[in-house]
């Protein structure tokens, strides 16, 4: 995948900490970045995920009551 880069201004005590940590965990300050970037924007997605499977035990019964569901809890096909 191609890189590009990006600059960013922080904190003197926000760097120092990017830095600690990427050298504690033996990796690039870059690479530390870019993790946390890709754990934060995967975290958005298990929140949404997680959020969707509340809503659906939420309003199971409706759902089961508008569309009906099989013996496996299965919804069953319009008729």
């Given at each position: 995948?191609?890189?590009?880069q990006?600059?960013?201004r922080v904190?003197?005590?926000?760097?120092?900490?990017?830095?600690?940590?990427?050298?504690?965990?033996?990796?690039?300050?870059?690479?530390?970045?870019?993790?946390?970037?890709?754990?934060d924007?995967?975290?958005?997605?298990?929140?949404?995920v997680?959020?969707?499977?509340?809503?659906?035990?939420?309003?199971e019964?409706?759902?089961?009551?508008?569309?009906?569901?099989?013996?496996?809890?299965?919804?069953?096909?319009?008729?």
């Amino acid at each position: 995948m191609a890189k590009t880069q990006l600059n960013v201004r922080v904190e003197e005590g926000t760097a120092r900490a990017a830095r600690e940590r990427a050298l504690a965990q033996g990796v690039s300050v870059n690479r530390y970045i870019e993790d946390l970037v890709r754990r934060d924007a995967g975290e958005q997605g298990r929140t949404f995920v997680d959020a969707a499977a509340d809503f659906m035990k939420q309003y199971e019964s409706v759902f089961a009551e508008e569309f009906g569901t099989d013996t496996e809890g299965r919804r069953r096909p319009v008729e």
